[in-house]
């Protein structure tokens, strides 16, 4: 059974910056695309970035220079590095796997990033 469980979520200030986790466990990660999405209140959940097994990786243009999405297969993890956080970044981050051939996806339980002064 494929768990995801994120941590890094918090309170920071416009201009800080925070560092989400996603531990995933119960497949073999590797193959899968990995990425977070986010939700603001009365918004719909939203692609943040995403990363392939071979590395590449996809980014929303608002994010783009500021975000880094990156992840190590050997200890099934993906990270996002937010830097120059702003406050229309808060939201609820959701770790999202998804499976290559199936496009089976599977979903974390969501951390509160709020950005605020």
């Known amino acids: 059974q494929v768990q995801l469980v994120e941590s890094g979520g918090g309170l920071v200030q416009p201009g800080g910056s925070l560092r989400l986790s996603c531990a995933a466990s119960?497949?073999?990660?590797?193959?899968?695309?990995m990425g977070w999405y986010r939700q603001a209140p009365g918004a719909q959940r939203e692609l943040v970035a995403t990363?392939?097994?071979?590395?590449?990786?996809n980014y929303k243009d608002s994010v783009k220079g500021r975000f880094t999405i990156s992840r190590d297969n050997a200890k099934n993890t993906v990270y996002l590095q937010m830097d120059s956080l702003k406050p229309e970044d808060t939201a609820v981050y959701y770790c999202?796997?998804?499976?290559?051939?199936?496009?089976?996806?599977?979903w974390g339980q969501g951390t509160q990033v709020t950005v605020s002064s």
């Open positions: 999202n796997v998804r499976h290559p051939l199936t496009n089976r996806d599977y």
């Open positions: 119960g497949s073999i990660f590797s193959i899968y695309v």
């Open positions: 990363t392939t097994s071979r590395g590449a990786t």
